[in-house]
């Protein structure tokens, strides 16, 4: 079993910036991809970044070049930072960790996005 923290969601007006934290109850990012998807009201949940074992990374098309995945193995940290943020970016925010058919996923955290 693995549990996922997250952490640094809230409110941010248009354009701005947030930084998400999620941080594993172990050292997995040499077996797992780790990545964030987010949860829109009445909408399903969608992949936004992710980062496999070897460190490459993959963005949905909507995030491209505002969003970035990283990970910190010396923290056992992955973020997410986000630029200039949009209001259609509002959602919960979660962090998943995969690694064939085991997946894992944090409480969500919400991020919105408004004036």
């Known amino acids: 079993q693995v549990q996922l923290v997250e952490s640094g969601g809230g409110l941010v007006q248009p354009g701005g910036s947030l930084r998400l934290s999620c941080v594993p109850s172990r050292t997995i990012f040499s077996f797992y991809a780790m990545g964030w998807y987010r949860q829109a009201p009445g909408k399903q949940r969608e992949l936004v970044a992710a980062?496999?074992?070897?460190?490459?990374?993959n963005y949905a098309d909507s995030v491209k070049g505002r969003f970035t995945i990283s990970r910190d193995n010396v923290k056992n940290t992955v973020y997410l930072q986000m630029n200039s943020l949009k209001p259609e970016d509002t959602a919960v925010y979660y962090c998943?960790?995969?690694?064939?058919?085991?997946?894992?996923w944090g409480q969500g955290t919400q991020v919105t996005v408004s004036s």
């Open positions: 980062i496999d074992s070897g460190g490459r990374t």
């Open positions: 998943n960790a995969k690694r064939a058919v085991e997946h894992y």
